[in-house]
């Protein structure tokens, strides 16, 4: 009977020992993944500065169900070809809405100078943190983003 109980310990003692190394390393791969910051400005004119920053959208499966996705690029389409602007390459995007209900379009801004217009590839908003709390920022609303 006495057998049980220490083995019990052993176990539990086993486990607990190895959670600080399966976290770590959850964290590790977390750290591996860069983040950006962003100053985003709507079309009333405000300015929302946001940590963390990715691009959000939701694909439709059925009529009930729903896959997010968090990406750090930027969908856009030039033509027919759909293009994957990565944030990291980016210095600005400058947002001009539609007059219909049309998605927006953007003239991308990279680090290294070269620029590009683009229209939106679907509709989504810009996520991420912000002083107030978390905060999302649909494209429609946008008029430019300044990456830092």
């Given at each position: ?22 976290s770590a390393q959850g964290e590790a791969q977390t750290k591996g993944e ?59 995007i400058d947002v001009k809405q539609s007059t219909d209900k049309a998605l ?45």
């Amino acid at each position: 009977m006495r057998e049980r109980p220490v083995r019990f310990k052993v176990i539990l003692f086993v486990v607990m020992a190895a959670f600080p190394f399966l976290s770590a390393q959850g964290e590790a791969q977390t750290k591996g993944e860069r983040t950006f910051n962003a100053i985003i400005t709507d079309t009333q004119g405000i300015e929302t500065e946001v940590k963390n920053v990715f691009f959000y959208w939701e694909e439709k499966i059925s009529e009930t169900a729903f896959v997010p996705h968090e990406v750090r690029q930027l969908p856009v389409k030039r033509g027919t070809a759909t293009v994957q602007v990565k944030f990291d390459s980016m210095k600005q995007i400058d947002v001009k809405q539609s007059t219909d209900k049309a998605l927006p379009t953007f003239t991308v801004i990279l680090t290294n100078g070269k620029s590009g217009d683009f229209s939106a590839a679907l509709a989504g908003s810009f996520r991420g943190e912000s002083d107030f709390g978390q905060t999302e920022i649909p494209i429609n609303t946008i008029s430019k983003v300044v990456f830092k």
